[in-house]
């Protein structure tokens, strides 16, 4: 069974900076796309930043372009988020995902994918 286990959130304040880990298994890691997503209290899913394992194609929202770096060691079945100049608006549950498929239209909508993690909490105070 597919296992995506997130890992790296925390509490930090206006300026800094965290790395975000999520390790997959239970799958062929390195023949799908993966993804970071972020739910804040009372707001819809969002994509924040999404990576092609095979390639390191990669996309991310316009709303973190400059702060937030994705990537991947697919050694490790591991894929990672940077995340620089954090904001309060940043604070959310961070959730990493991945499709059941290698072909996906819209890689930055949570409905393009099919396993989830539990999630990490990321608190930004001002």
């Known amino acids: 069974q597919v296992q995506l286990v997130e890992s790296g959130g925390g509490s930090v304040q206006a300026g800094g900076s965290l790395r975000l880990s999520c390790k997959a298994s239970?799958?062929?890691?390195?023949?799908?796309?993966m993804g970071w997503f972020r739910q804040a209290s009372g707001e819809e899913r969002e994509g924040v930043a999404t990576?092609?394992?095979?390639?390191?194609?990669?996309d991310s929202a316009d709303s973190v372009k400059g702060r937030v770096t994705i990537s991947r060691d697919n050694a490790k079945s591991t894929v990672y988020l940077q995340m620089n100049n954090l904001k309060p608006e940043d604070t959310a549950m961070y959730y990493c995902?991945?499709?059941?498929?290698?072909?996906?239209?819209?890689?930055?909508?949570?409905?393009?994918?099919?396993?989830w993690g539990q999630g990490t909490q990321v608190t930004v105070s001002s």
């Open positions: 995902a991945t499709t059941d498929k290698a072909s996906i239209v819209f890689p930055l909508s949570p409905t393009s994918y099919t396993y």
């Open positions: 239970g799958y062929t890691y390195s023949n799908y796309w």
């Open positions: 990576i092609y394992t095979r390639d390191g194609r990669s």
